[in-house]
Each structure stands twice: as structure tokens, then as C-alpha cells.
């Protein structure tokens, strides 16, 4: 079912058409909230199914939107999140698949203990209700979000970025096919049915409506959405990613994974955006990794010692450490050992994904311990920073923040809970 894009002469209407689409989502969130797993997992698998059906339509709506994007000189970071091929679009429906084999969460009891008076106490999991997303560039987020909410007895509403729209709307009829051959409503996963920008700020106002929002995206929608909303917001802000290459670590082993975290998909959250190195093995083990870097195409910015070392490397500034490139560059700096690995994480880092690299347990564990952020890695490339490649299926985000979800946001963190009391006739004295 693709959604007409709409144009508003006024405020009125824009308002009057977002909470028609809050109020079917809310309707269709009392629907999903009970309904049974398998007809969850029946609409998951035939949405997937969709995908693999419908995939020429799925690539000819997005080679209009990648289009209009080069057309706009939009830069290649978001040109490679926005791009879909048949690869991708396999690994959207492989998630959904993915998503149907997990346990239900709606209805697990986390806890359960009978008080002394003979009343048993239950908490039990329960869906959040109605949860907004807002995401840019990324056509994926679309059946990733959708699939995720739709296990989790979530209604979502789904504000797809303008450059992604032809692709969203594609990837949706597919979601809608699958929620209509399960019986399910198809305002379970909704569009927002236009591209002004307005749109976001009505749906922010719309705590009545909607439960959650979560922003994906980058640092300037993530501070509007903190700023405008009136609706509790689970946030995901900028990946700055580090690798610390310990005085303990396998030379083997380092060069590799430090070329995956960075350069394997530059436009990711996960990636790697600095590299920082025990100065003990400076000399046995920088020069390789900056020349494997260098052949794969990255440019380099160092500190002074790190220029020493090779002359293509260019000055890094103070910016430079707490920059989210996105792109081929990384940055470098010598540390003395652990500790002065983890202050200049924690002063610079977005607390999303940092990777320690050593054979030595005590240097990892005093880096775990320390390291206040979502994901801390040991021995592995920061691009596991992933909900599937954590067992989820997919994800809607990394939350860097604390409250509710932390890290990977997949099908339990999309819920809540309720304590369900039995008694037997018990009176409070």
C-alpha cells in the first residue's frame, strides 16, 4: 500500500492528517497487543516473502531515490545507506525471518514471588504502544523498525527521510502485505503520508497518541526531537567509535581488525572513527596498521608522534577526537597504556562502541571496567555494534543513552511491564 506524498496550504490540515494516523495507529496497537505469536510470525514471514517477491520494484524505487539524491550531490556516505541491491534487500527479509524465530516477549513473566500474606506477584512484559520513528537515508530502517515493532505488540509510525521516500514507500506495501495476510490492521506499521518537515514537529506534540519516539539519525535531528518533544524519547547519538591497540595485543590480529572497524562500511554508527595505540608498541606495531590503512584507501590524522612515524599522515586537531567522519578517515593518537586509553574515551566518546585489542586479561578487564559505554568489545572489530550480528534479528538503533534500552534496541527492549497481583480474598490491614 504506497502512501501518496501530501502537500498542506495549512497548519490545520497537516495537524488534522497526523493524528488520523496517530489515531489508527492507537487502534491498531489494541489490536496487536493481543494478538498471538504466530499470527505476529505469520505477517513477518509473508512480509519477507514480499520483499523477495517484489524485489524489481523494490530496486527500481530505489534507483529514482538514489538518483535524486547524486542529483542533489548528496555525499557518499548517505548515498551508500541509502542504496539498496538484491543483497540488502535479502538481508531485510532475512531479519524479518529472523525476527518471527525469536521469543515473543509480549507476556514473559521476568519475575515472579509470593508474599507472606499468600499474594502472588507477577511482572510480566507488555508492549509500549504506539512508538514514532524518525530515521534518515537508511530504506532498511523501514522493514527493520516495522518487523521489530510488529513482534513486540508495538503499532509504529514511521517518518521515513525525504532522500529514502520512493524506497520507504516500496518497502511498506511489502509490510502491509504481510500484516493483511495474517489478518492483521494495516495501520500496524504506518508512513507518515508526507515529506514537510512539519510533519516531525506535530508529531512530536502528539503524546496522546504516541508512546515513544526514537530519532536515528544524525546529530541535528537527534537534537531537535530531544529539544521539541513532549513524548519520552529513546535516543541514539553520534558513533564515535574507538580502537585501542593495547601494549598486550597480537600484531595479527590488530592489523585486521582495525581495517574492518574502520573501513568495511565507513557510514555506519560502528565504525571506527579513532585509533589510539599503547606507546610500548608504537614501534612494532603502528607502522603496519597505518600502511594497511593507507591501502585501503583511508587517510589519516595523527598526532605529532604519529606523523613522525609516516608523512602521509596529516595533523590531527583537537576537533578531530570527537568527530563522527562517516567517511575514509580516521584518527590516531599515542596513549601510555590503559588508563589513558579509557580517559580519552571517556572524555572525547559518544558512549556508543569501543574495542580493546590484547592478549593481556588484565589490561581487557581494567578496559571493560572503566569504559562507560553502550558496547565495549574485546578482540573484535567495533562493526559488530549491531543488532542482527548481536542475535536480535535487527535493530531500531543503538541507544546511548540509560534510561529504559541501552545499546542494541531490538524486540525486548521495545517493551514494557506490568506486576499482576493474585490474591484470594486477602484485605490490607
Request: hydrophobic share 45%; proline share 3%.
Amino acid at each position: 500500500m504506497a502512501v501518496a506524498s501530501l502537500h498542506h496550504t495549512d497548519a490545520a490540515s497537516l495537524e488534522a492528517e497526523m493524528r488520523a494516523v496517530g489515531t489508527r495507529a492507537r487502534a491498531a496497537a489494541s489490536v496487536l497487543a493481543k494478538a498471538s505469536t504466530e499470527t505476529k510470525n505469520t505477517a513477518l514471514r509473508a512480509a519477507a516473502s514480499a520483499l523477495r517477491s517484489r524485489m524489481t520494484a523494490l530496486l527500481a524505487a530505489n534507483a529514482e531515490d538514489v538518483a535524486e539524491a547524486k542529483s542533489r550531490q548528496l555525499d557518499a556516505a548517505l548515498l551508500d545507506r541509502l542504496a539498496i541491491d538484491e543483497k540488502r534487500i535479502n538481508a531485510m527479509a532475512t531479519g524479518l525471518e529472523e525476527i518471527a524465530d525469536l521469543p515473543d516477549p509480549i507476556g514473559r513473566r521476568d519475575a515472579e514471588w509470593t508474599r507472606p500474606n499468600g499474594l502472588l506477584i507477577q511482572r510480566v512484559r507488555v508492549p509500549l504502544g504506539v512508538i514514532g520513528i524518525i530515521y534518515e537515508s537508511r530504506p532498511n530502517v523501514t522493514a527493520d523498525a516495522g518487523g521489530l515493532c510488529l513482534k513486540s505488540g508495538n503499532a509504529a509510525i514511521l517518518r521515513a527521510g525525504t532522500e529514502s521516500a520512493r524506497s520507504s514507500r516500496a518497502i511498506l506495501a511489502c509490510l502491509v502485505e504481510g500484516l493483511e495476510s495474517a489478518g492483521l490492521p494495516a495501520a500496524s506499521i504506518q508512513l507518515v503520508p508526507t515529506q514537510d518537515r512539519a510533519a516531525v514537529g506535530v508529531m512530536l506534540r502528539m503524546d496522546d497518541l504516541i508512546d515513544v519516539i526514537i530519532p536515528r539519525g544524525g546529530r541535528s535531528l537527534i537534537e531537535r526531537v530531544s529539544a521539541e518533544s513532549r513524548i519520552p524519547v529513546l535516543k541514539h547519538l553520534d558513533g564515535i567509535c574507538h580502537t585501542y591497540i593495547d601494549a598486550g595485543a597480537d600484531l595479527a590480529k590488530a592489523r585486521q581488525i582495525v581495517v574492518n572497524a574502520k573501513m568495511r562500511r565507513t557510514g555506519v554508527c560502528g565504525a571506527t572513527e579513532t585509533l589510539l595505540v599503547d606507546r610500548k608498541v608504537v614501534a612494532t606495531h603502528l607502522k603496519p596498521i597505518l600502511n594497511d590503512l593507507f591501502a585501503a584507501g583511508c587517510a589519516i590524522r595523527g598526532d605529532a608522534e604519529t606523523q613522525a612515524l609516516d608523512a602521509r599522515v596529516t595533523a590531527a586537531n583537537e576537533q578531530d577526537w570527537s568527530t563522527e567522519y562517516l567517511a575514509a578517515i580516521i584518527s590516531v593518537r599515542i596513549v601510555d597504556g590503559v588508563d589513558a586509553a579509557v580517559a580519552h574515551i571517556e572524555h572525547y566518546g559518544s558512549h556508543h562502541t569501543e574495542a580493546i585489542i590484547t592478549e593481556d586479561a588484565n589490561a581487557a578487564e581494567t578496559f571493560l571496567a572503566g569504559i562507560d559505554s553502550a558496547i565495549v568489545i574485546v578482540n573484535a572489530s567495533t562493526q559488530f555494534a549491531d543488532g542482527g550480528e548481536f542475535g536480535m534479528g535487527a535493530e531500531i538503533g543503538i541507544s546511548t543513552g540509560k534510561l529504559h534500552a541501552r545499546g542494541p534496541v531490538g524486540v525486548a527492549e521495545l517493551t514494557s511491564y506490568k506486576y499482576i497481583v493474585r490474591g484470594a480474598g486477602q484485605v490490607r490491614p
